[in-house]
Structure formats: structure tokens, C-alpha cells
């Protein structure tokens, strides 16, 4: 089991800053990869971006240039550093890992941390 807890969201101001954080605790030797995603009023939950063990990073092209995920082994954390933002950011922010298991893989996520954005 991989337990994902999530902070920082929060309201601010159109172009404005916010910084999410994830602490995932549990098996977490079986992490393969973990990411962001979003779920705004309405639509269906979205990628924002993913990152993988090796490093390698997946952003979705609404939020090149602006977002900015990081990850600190040694806490069991990843961040997503948000600049520029937008009202249309504003959403549910899920983070999420991917754990390797022996039939494939399995999907955990946090509760979600609510960012509003206003014009």
C-alpha cells in the first residue's frame, strides 16, 4: 500500500505562485513514477504532468513553460511549483503513483488539494 498525502493549494491571484507538495509513505520501494493530475468543475480528471524513477518528465502543453515538477528522494516527496497562473487552473489537484506490481501496475492517489485562480 502507498499512502499520498498532498499540500499547498490554496487561492491566488491571476499570475500569481503556488507550490504543491505530495509525501507518499508505505511500500514505497515499488514507486515506479508519480504525477500530478486535475480535475476542474465539469470535466474529466487530466494529466498535468508525470514524472518517472529515471527522472523523465511528461507536461501537458497547458502548462509547459509554467509549471515545474521536482522530487526529493530522500523526503518521499514531489512537488509541482506553479508560476503564471491562470483562472482556467483552477481545479482539484490529484497527485498520484504508479506502483509496479508482479501482475502489472496499480494507481494510488491523495485526496486532492483545491487551487482556485481568480481573474
Known amino acids: 500500500q502507498v499512502q499520498l498525502v498532498e499540500s499547498g493549494g490554496g487561492l491566488v491571484q491571476a499570475g500569481g505562485s503556488l507550490r504543491l507538495s505530495c509525501a507518499a509513505s508505505?511500500?514505497?520501494?515499488?514507486?515506479?513514477?508519480m504525477g500530478w493530475y486535475r480535475e476542474a468543475p465539469g470535466k474529466q480528471r487530466e494529466l498535468v504532468v508525470s514524472i518517472t524513477n529515471g527522472g523523465s518528465t511528461n507536461y501537458a502543453d497547458s502548462v509547459k513553460g509554467r509549471f515545474t515538477i521536482s522530487r526529493d528522494n530522500a523526503k518521499n516527496t514531489v512537488y509541482l511549483q506553479m508560476n503564471s497562473l491562470r483562472p482556467e487552473d483552477t481545479a482539484v489537484y490529484y497527485c498520484?503513483?504508479?506502483?509496479?506490481?508482479?501482475?502489472?501496475?496499480?494507481?494510488?492517489w491523495g485526496q486532492g488539494t483545491q487551487v482556485t485562480v481568480s481573474s
Open positions: 498520484n503513483a504508479v506502483v509496479g506490481r508482479y501482475y502489472g501496475v496499480d494507481d494510488y
Open positions: 508505505g511500500t514505497i520501494v515499488s514507486i515506479i513514477g
